[in-house]
């Protein structure tokens, strides 16, 4: 592992400079202490990052659990009590991995999935607001709740609360991330990232507006409140350990299995785009890495933290940053940690504004409008999903239109959206179920897969099963001359055959009869 400490070393200091403000972030938009962020961050790096079968995959608190985490602490009523359902969590994923389910992922249609991102990206928008103009009405962020109707002066009473010193540092903080992102700056500082340049600056304007007697300085109020320890026994103390009544807590229950289910969907498709962009294309053991997420979720919810997902912006990082194994993952949780002891002081002059601004560009990347557009140009049978996936969710935990099933948007948005994508694949297919052709072959055979006049996502297992076990060195000729249609699923796994695992194995592959909109060449 320590073969190449020379480039997991620089590596792990990046990821830690991305790392900390996330967790940071994270935790002020999940309604958790700041605490328990960072023993997420540590537990993400060290615990998993020992025993993950990536080479390139960084775990911590993620932003895509962050609105189903706010909307479960809140509807428990007790963060001890949560954490309960944290180690629930944890053991479901270890079960999972016993039982070989990492699989099932295959089976989630990405315009399913694309719409539960979507939707996350809109509820950490949505309940940053408060802490961007430092008036913190409503806990839960219903946006009813948020934008108050009534009279002119019921209307323009949040304006009179609004902190103008506090929404500086926010604007400020996303000007300087957006122009950190331009390619002239980011080509020159690759391995600065904005978010933690955007937080040092606040701090400094922050501290010269508190120290010339300035109005809009930023009050404690609205920044980081880490606990300081003064002694290793008081440091001990910090650490929150759950209510184990909280195992017989229906809600708590229910928390648990929504968070197995979100954390593993997220860290099974985050280790697949991280498996894509690895420059020497390891293959991770996708059970293994759901055994190691289990065991840090439990761990987490042991000592105090939040739950756990493999995370692709700290991953990609690692990998920019020219990381070879995870030593890099382990030794940015031990930087974690070591900030944790020794530098709680610095952190706590962290305005809230200024994590609020990068909750609201990751939030961003996750709905942006592009994404809208993309997935409408795949089609009736990728969109109607997409958009259904992202009504349900948001019309339970945005507008709290159903109170009793306030917090369990995400699972129950989830599940409409496969229902509708079930409808949506059985429509397309009332005249032609599905099929492909395979020939017998043995090594250096000439092999025919003929596609079906219908192939949806459905398919996309046993298709990625095949293409798999083609013999190196062989002649493959995939024809769809016959399909009428073909999911985007499956052709993003017959370019990601031709174009990256048939060069691999020396295998000679021919694509025939596919349609020009689909946009692979024949």
């Given at each position: 592992m320590f073969k190449?400490?020379?480039?997991?070393?620089?590596?792990?200091?990046?990821?830690?400079?991305?790392?900390?403000p996330l967790c940071l972030g994270i935790s002020l938009a999940s309604g958790a202490p700041f605490f328990s962020g960072l023993i997420s961050g540590i537990i993400g790096g060290v615990v998993i990052g020992f025993l993950s079968g990536s080479k390139m995959s960084v775990s911590g608190p993620a932003a895509g659990l962050a609105?189903?985490?706010?909307?479960?602490?809140?509807?428990?009523?007790?963060?001890?009590?949560?954490?309960?359902?944290?180690?629930?969590?944890?053991?479901?994923?270890?079960?999972?991995?016993?039982?070989?389910?990492?699989?099932?992922?295959?089976?989630?249609?990405?315009?399913?999935?694309?719409?539960?991102?979507t939707s996350i990206g809109i509820l950490i928008i949505a309940?940053?607001?408060?802490?961007?103009?430092?008036?913190?009405?409503?806990?839960?962020?219903?946006?009813?709740?948020?934008l108050p109707f009534g009279d002119m002066h019921e209307v323009f009473h949040p304006i009179q609360h609004w902190d103008i010193g506090v929404l500086a540092l926010c604007v400020l903080s996303i000007?300087?991330?957006?122009?950190?992102?331009?390619?002239?700056?980011?080509?020159?500082?690759?391995?600065?990232?904005?978010?933690?340049?955007?937080?040092?600056?606040?701090?400094?304007?922050?501290?010269?507006?508190?120290?010339?007697?300035?109005?809009?300085?930023?009050?404690?109020?609205?920044l980081v409140n880490l606990k300081i320890a003064h002694s290793p026994n008081e440091f001990l103390s910090f650490f929150t350990t759950p209510?184990?009544?909280?195992?017989?807590?229906?809600?708590?229950?229910?928390?648990?299995?929504?968070?197995?289910?979100?954390?593993?969907?997220?860290?099974?498709?985050?280790?697949?785009?991280?498996?894509?962009?690895?420059?020497?294309?390891?293959?991770?053991?996708t059970n293994r890495e759901l055994m190691a997420q289990g065991v840090g979720n439990v761990i987490a919810g042991f000592i105090g933290g939040l739950p756990i997902t493999s995370v692709i912006v700290r991953s990609s990082a690692n990998i920019n940053a020219g990381a070879k194994t995870k030593l890099s993952a382990?030794?940015?949780?031990?930087?974690?940690?070591?900030?944790?002891?020794?530098?709680?002081?610095?952190?706590?002059?962290?305005p809230l504004s200024s994590l609020a601004a990068i909750l609201l560009l990751t939030g961003n990347k996750l709905s942006n409008v592009t994404v809208f557009a993309e997935v409408y140009s795949k089609g009736k049978y990728q969109?109607?999903?997409?958009?259904?996936?992202?009504?349900?969710?948001?019309?339970?935990?945005?507008?709290?239109?159903?109170?009793?099933?306030?917090g369990k948007g995400l699972l129950i948005g989830v599940v409409i959206g496969l229902i509708s994508a079930f409808g949506a694949i059985l429509h397309g297919n009332l005249k032609n179920s599905y099929y492909f052709h395979k020939e017998n072959y043995s090594d250096s055979d000439n092999i025919t897969m003929k596609l079906a006049e219908e192939v949806s996502f459905l398919n996309k297992a046993s298709i990625r099963s095949t293409l798999g076990h083609f013999p190196a060195k062989s002649r493959v000729i995939i024809d769809a001359t016959n399909s009428q249609y073909i999911d985007y699923?499956?052709?993003?796994?017959?370019?990601?055959?031709?174009?990256i695992k048939a060069p691999l194995k020396e295998i000679s592959c021919e694509l025939k009869g596919f349609k020009d909109i689909y946009a692979i060449t024949n």
């Open positions: 190449h400490f020379k480039y997991d070393l620089p590596s792990g200091v990046v990821v830690f400079l991305v790392a900390l609105a189903l985490v706010l909307a479960a602490i809140t509807s428990i009523g007790d963060f001890r009590l949560f954490l309960c359902a944290v180690i629930i969590a944890g053991l479901l994923q270890m079960l999972f991995s016993i039982l070989k389910l990492a699989g099932i992922a295959n089976f989630f249609p990405s315009s399913v999935i694309k719409g539960m991102l309940k940053q607001i408060p802490h961007v103009f430092g008036y913190d009405k409503d806990e839960q962020g219903h946006l009813t709740e948020l000007v300087i991330m957006l122009l950190w992102d331009r390619p002239s700056i980011k080509s020159k500082v690759k391995y600065v990232p904005g978010a933690l340049v955007a937080v040092v600056i606040s701090i400094l304007v922050n501290e010269v507006l508190q120290a010339s007697g300035s109005q809009f300085h930023v009050s404690n109020d609205h209510d184990l009544s909280g195992f017989t807590n229906v809600k708590v229950i229910i928390a648990g299995v929504m968070i197995a289910i979100i954390a593993s969907l997220e860290t099974l498709l985050s280790i697949e785009a991280v498996d894509n962009i690895d420059p020497e294309r390891n293959m991770t053991n382990i030794l940015h949780g031990m930087l974690l940690l070591v900030c944790v002891i020794f530098i709680p002081t610095l952190l706590n002059k962290i969109f109607l999903p997409f958009i259904i996936t992202i009504g349900s969710i948001l019309a339970i935990d945005l507008f709290g239109l159903i109170p009793i099933l306030n699923d499956v052709l993003e796994l017959i370019k990601e055959f031709k174009d």
